[in-house]
């Protein structure tokens, strides 16, 4: 048990990371992904695993050694028209996927007891801000990651369904796609959620909060080394069980959803019949809980990768633990409350909330490029890392990530 406890104290910002990945948007776009391609499109689940718990470890790695933030670090090392065009790009990528995750929030309350959607997506943003803002992130975070608990059920529908494995591993190894601008699409709508730009800011910002929780101002080599072996788990760890989760989503939807012939999800009631095999009555009540605890795990990292970004440009103090009562974050925890409102009033605007959380996985999917090739740009300067600068197999990952995620847009661009 000891040995137990001693490994789960390593698992931190990034177990956090890889739950708050699987955000509404994130169970929208593969619910979608599974009904419209069937099996065809779980490839991309086990494709992007190595990536994105590499582009992950690069954030993570320039938070801790640098001592700073992403943003802080990219205002030191680009122009200023490069760092407020990145910074710029998070901002809209993050309220629109604030936006999207409360309106998919509100109508999962709406689909449990009725009532109107857009006063839920108003009192679920007021309740993030003042929980962002008075309580500690770590101190409710325990509590609502039992809510993300109900994503199980989607594991649970994959065991009791009859599913011919042999079938699952050809179609996910060979998968059977027509390579046009809807396939496309659809893998940066799935690229982009599981590779997000507000998952590098939250990580790196999360590192330098353990990092100056720790006391450790310039730690030794020694302590950089263990660190860094730390973070190494960790992210491995967060991005197994997030892509985990993610498999099952897709698969669970093309062995209910698409086998049944429906072939697009447009409202959050279709979600749910992928659950009734094994939650039966009880479907909407799973598919409600998982929507609502992601998404209240999902939004304060949203906002708080904000909040870091836009403090770090400003060069405002830029921690969870600063306390406005005292008079403490104003800047900071003022971008935070902008940039959850500015998604709620985003809620009002005609659109179906599962739409909406698809198209806020395309544009992610597009921001993210310029925001990873400055990040290994960073990630390799001995002026930001100094002896810590990454090695060849995390350089060539990297890399090799944000080159596929560029080709990817690119295709679709011309498709």
Wanted: with cysteine; net charge positive; proline share 4%.
């Amino acid at each position: 048990m000891k040995v137990l406890r001693d490994w789960l104290r390593q698992l931190g910002p990034g177990l956090i990371t890889g739950a708050a990945d699987d955000d509404p948007s994130g169970i929208a776009t593969y619910s979608q992904a599974g009904a419209r391609f069937g099996y065809s499109m779980l490839w991309s689940l086990v494709f992007t695993l190595p990536l994105m718990t590499a582009i992950q470890i690069v954030s993570a790695r320039i938070g801790y050694v640098s001592g700073r933030g992403l943003a802080a670090n990219m205002k030191q090392a680009f122009p200023r028209p490069v760092l407020f065009g990145l910074v710029g790009l998070l901002l809209a990528a993050n309220t629109l996927n604030i936006a999207a995750d409360v309106a998919a929030m509100a109508a999962a309350v709406h689909l449990l007891i009725g009532g109107p959607t857009q006063a839920y997506a108003l009192a679920f943003g007021i309740a993030s801000v003042l929980m962002q803002v008075f309580l500690r992130y770590e101190s409710y975070v325990r509590w609502l990651k039992w809510l993300t608990l109900a994503l199980l059920a989607y594991v649970g529908v994959v065991a009791v369904l009859n599913l011919d494995w042999a079938d699952v591993l050809a179609r996910t190894v060979h998968p059977r796609l027509d390579w046009n601008r809807d396939t496309l699409l659809m893998v940066v709508a799935v690229f982009g959620t599981t590779i997000s730009p507000y998952l590098f800011f939250w990580q790196a910002g999360q590192e330098v909060e353990d990092r100056q929780a720790d006391g450790q101002a310039a730690p030794t080599t020694e302590q950089v080394r263990a660190h860094l072996h730390r973070i190494k788990l960790d992210t491995h760890v967060g991005m197994l069980f997030s892509n985990l989760i993610a498999f099952c989503i897709m698969l669970a939807t093309a062995a209910t959803l698409h086998k049944a012939g429906v072939h697009q999800i447009d409202t959050s009631a279709q979600a749910v019949e992928a659950l009734r095999p094994v939650a039966g009555a009880h479907a909407a009540l799973l598919f409600s809980l998982g929507i609502i605890g992601t998404g209240l795990l999902a939004v304060p990292v949203l906002a708080g990768s904000a909040g870091y970004a836009v403090a770090e440009v400003a060069g405002w103090r830029d921690s969870l633990s600063l306390r406005l009562e005292r008079g403490e974050g104003r800047g900071f925890y003022g971008v935070i409350a902008v940039a959850t409102l500015g998604g709620v009033a985003l809620c009002f605007a005609p659109m179906d909330p599962v739409r909406q959380l698809f198209w806020s996985a395309v544009f992610n999917g597009i921001t993210a490029v310029p925001i990873m090739a400055a990040m290994m740009v960073l990630a390799t300067r001995p002026a930001v890392m100094g002896r810590h600068v990454i090695g060849p197999k995390l350089r060539r990952l990297g890399w090799a990530a944000t080159a596929v995620m560029a080709l990817t847009v690119l295709a679709l661009a011309v498709a």
